[in-house]
C-alpha cells in the first residue's frame, strides 16, 4: 500500500506490536475498514535470525536510535524493536496472566502497588481469548498464586527437557512449586516449532513463535478489511479548532510528510514512544502535551526490577535446547519470613557463550563457553511501584529522555537472595548475577495509566483518552502498576476487551 490510497478508513492504529496488532484482528470483522501505520518494516527471516553474534554482539534488529538517560546525561540504545510486530518479534514467548491481586491495591515493601480500574474477572474472557488467539501452551493447578480460570489452556504445557525436569524436582525437593511456564510456540500437531536455542531474544526464522503479526495481524490483514502502511512513522497527532477529537496523523511515509483521517484513532506505538507521541503533539489548546489534562502523560514509567542470574554447575552439562519452560512464584506475594511482594523467577532460554561475550568481552571465549555449556539461566523479575519522577519526556528536537531511578529495590534484592539460595541447595556452586538498567526496558508500561478520574489518570477504564473522545491506546502504557509478571498477554487481553467495547457501541463497526 503507499501513501496515495490512504483515505477512507473507519480506524487508524499506530504501532504493529502487540496491542496494535491484536486490535486489528479484533476489528478485522467488523466491517470498518482499519489501517495499521508501522514506523519500521517487515524483519526478514535470514539466517542472522538465529546468529548469537548478529543478534547479540552486532545487534542487528535494534534501532541505530538513541535515548538520552536524564540522571548521567548520557545516551542509551534502548530495548525495542522497530518491526511489524513490535518487541514481540524478539520476546520469549512466556504468556502468564497477572494474579488477581495484581488488580487491587498492593501494600508492599516501599510503597503501595495501586488497584487497577477493572479487576482481574473483568479481564478473565479477554484472558482466554488471547491465550487461544496466542496459541498459549501451560498446565492448571501447579502454580499457588494461580487466578481461577473459565477455561483450560488451549494446548498442553510445553514439555521440560531431561536436564530441566531435573532441576524442578530439585527445587520442589527443596520445598517450592515450579510450575510450567505458559508460553506460545507453535507446538501443535504439525506445528513448526523446533524448540531450538534461538527462542528467547531471537526473530524466530520459522516463524513459529506467537508473536503479533505471525498470530494476529496476518489474518487481519488476510480479510482485506484491515491495511498496513509500513515505514511511516507518526509524527503528531492534529486535533480540531475544539482539542477534544483528533482529526489527522500526520506520517513521515519514506521522506514525505502525509496526514491521514480517520474518525478514530488508536495508539500502540510502546509505553515511551506513545507518551513521546502524545507530548510531541502539544499545541496551544494542549501546551503540555495532548491528552495531558492530568500532568501525567510520561510519568510513572515502569519496566520491573531485573536480574539475569547464572547457575554453574562444573561437572553436571546442560544441553538443553529449549529451556524456558519454568517458572517459581513461591515468593510473589510474600514468604513466611518477609511478609512483602518479591516476584517471579523464571528460566530464561539457553544461554550461548556470544551472548556473554556481549557483555563479558574481557573473558576468553573457551572459558565463556565452558559457562553456557553448563549453567542454567533464570531472569528474576519484580514489581516497580509507580513514580510520578520516573517518567519520559521529549527535548526540541522530539529526542527522548527517560528520568528513571529504580525503587522498591529491597523486595527485588531478597528475591534474588532467595533464588541464590535454592540453586545452592540444588547443587550449584556458581552463581553470577547482572542487574539490569536503564536500557533493559522490555517491560516497559505506566506512561498513560487508565483509571475513572481524570485528574489521576490520562485513560478511562476502556483505554479512551479522557481528553479526546476519539483517541484509544492500547500498548502497555495503560498499566497502573508493573506487577511482577511478564506483561504481554495481559496487553493483548485488553486490547480484545477494548475491541470488544470499541464494536459493541459502535464507535468502530
Ligand atoms: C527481548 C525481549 C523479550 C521479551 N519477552 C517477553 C516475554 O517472554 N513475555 C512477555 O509477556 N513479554 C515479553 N517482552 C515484552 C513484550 O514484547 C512487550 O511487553 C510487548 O511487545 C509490548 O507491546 P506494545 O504493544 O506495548 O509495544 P510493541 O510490541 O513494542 O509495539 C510497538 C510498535 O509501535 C511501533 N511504533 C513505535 N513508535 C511509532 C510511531 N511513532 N509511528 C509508527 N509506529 C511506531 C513500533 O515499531 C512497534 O512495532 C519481551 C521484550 C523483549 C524486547
Not at 482539542?243 to 502525509?258: M, N, W
Request: proline content about 7%; aromatic content about 8%.
Amino acid at each position: 500500500m503507499s501513501a496515495s490510497d490512504l483515505d477512507d478508513f473507519d480506524a487508524i492504529i499506530i504501532g504493529s506490536g502487540a496491542g496494535g496488532s491484536t486490535l486489528a484482528y479484533g476489528l478485522r470483522d467488523s466491517g470498518a475498514r482499519v489501517l495499521v501505520i508501522e514506523r519500521g518494516d517487515f524483519l526478514p527471516q535470514e539466517a542472522e535470525n538465529w546468529s548469537v553474534e548478529a543478534v547479540f554482539e552486532h545487534k542487528r534488529y535494534k534501532p541505530a536510535e538513541k535515548w538520552q538517560d536524564a540522571r548521567t546525561g548520557g545516551w542509551f540504545q534502548p530495548g525495542v524493536h522497530y518491526f511489524v510486530g513490535g518487541n514481540t518479534k524478539v520476546f520469549g514467548a512466556a504468556f502468564p496472566r497477572f494474579r488477581r491481586e495484581d488488580f487491587e491495591a498492593l501494600q508492599h515493601y516501599e510503597g503501595v502497588s495501586p488497584a487497577w480500574p477493572i479487576s482481574y474477572d473483568d479481564l478473565e474472557p479477554y484472558y482466554a481469548q488471547a491465550e487461544r488467539l496466542y496459541r498459549v501452551h501451560g498446565s492448571v493447578g501447579q502454580d499457588p498464586t494461580e487466578p481461577a480460570r473459565s477455561s483450560p489452556y488451549p494446548y498442553p504445557p510445553v514439555p521440560h527437557e531431561p536436564y530441566v525436569e531435573t532441576l524442578a524436582a530439585s527445587l520442589a525437593a527443596l520445598g517450592v512449586h515450579p510450575f510450567d511456564l505458559p508460553m506460545g510456540i507453535d507446538l501443535r500437531t504439525g506445528g513448526a516449532c523446533i524448540r531450538c536455542k534461538t527462542c528467547d531474544g531471537f526473530p524466530c526464522r520459522v516463524q513459529a513463535k506467537s508473536d503479533a503479526e505471525v498470530c494476529a495481524l496476518r489474518p487481519a490483514l488476510q480479510t482485506g478489511q484491515v491495511h498496513l502502511l509500513t515505514r511511516a512513522f507518526a509524527r503528531r497527532l492534529l486535533t480540531d479548532t475544539t482539542g477534544t477529537r483528533v482529526l489527522a496523523v500526520e506520517i513521515d511515509h519514506r521522506g514525505a510528510v502525509v496526514n491521514i483521517q480517520a474518525p478514530t484513532i488508536i495508539i500502540s506505538c510502546g509505553a515511551v514512544n506513545s507518551a513521546a507521541l502524545l507530548l510531541r503533539s502539544a499545541t496551544e489548546k494542549h501546551p503540555a502535551g495532548l491528552a495531558n489534562s492530568s500532568g501525567l502523560v510520561g510519568r510513572n514509567y515502569m519496566v520491573h526490577n531485573n536480574t539475569a542470574m547464572t547457575a554453574v554447575h562444573p561437572v553436571r552439562r546442560n544441553d538443553t535446547m529449549f529451556q524456558k519452560t519454568f517458572a517459581i512464584n513461591d515468593f510473589y506475594l510474600g514468604s513466611d519470613d518477609w511478609p512483602h511482594p518479591m516476584g517471579n523467577i523464571q528460566l530464561l532460554g539457553k544461554l550461548q557463550a556470544g551472548m556473554l561475550s556481549a557483555s563479558g568481552r574481557m573473558v576468553p571465549r573457551p572459558l565463556l563457553q565452558w559457562i553456557a555449556s553448563r549453567s542454567v539461566d533464570f531472569w528474576i523479575m519484580s514489581e516497580d511501584l509507580p513514580n510520578p519522577d520516573n517518567r519520559v519526556t521529549v527535548d526540541g528536537k522530539g529526542r527522548i529522555k527517560v528520568h528513571w531511578r529504580p525503587n522498591n529495590t529491597a523486595a527485588h534484592i531478597r528475591l534474588v537472595r532467595n533464588a541464590r539460595r535454592l540453586l545452592r541447595n540444588a547443587g550449584y556452586p556458581f552463581i553470577a548475577t547482572q542487574r539490569m538498567g536503564i536500557e533493559t526496558n522490555s517491560h516497559q508500561c505506566g506512561t498513560l495509566r487508565f483509571g475513572h478520574d481524570p485528574t489521576t489518570s490520562v485513560l478511562d477504564p476502556y483505554c479512551r483518552a479522557h481528553d479526546l473522545e476519539n483517541l484509544f491506546v492500547v500498548d502497555g502504557s495503560f498499566f497502573p502498576s508493573s506487577t511482577a509478571t511478564n506483561p504481554a498477554l495481559t496487553i493483548t487481553a485488553q486490547a480484545l476487551r477494548v475491541t470488544d467495547h470499541l464494536r459493541r457501541t459502535g464507535v468502530v463497526g
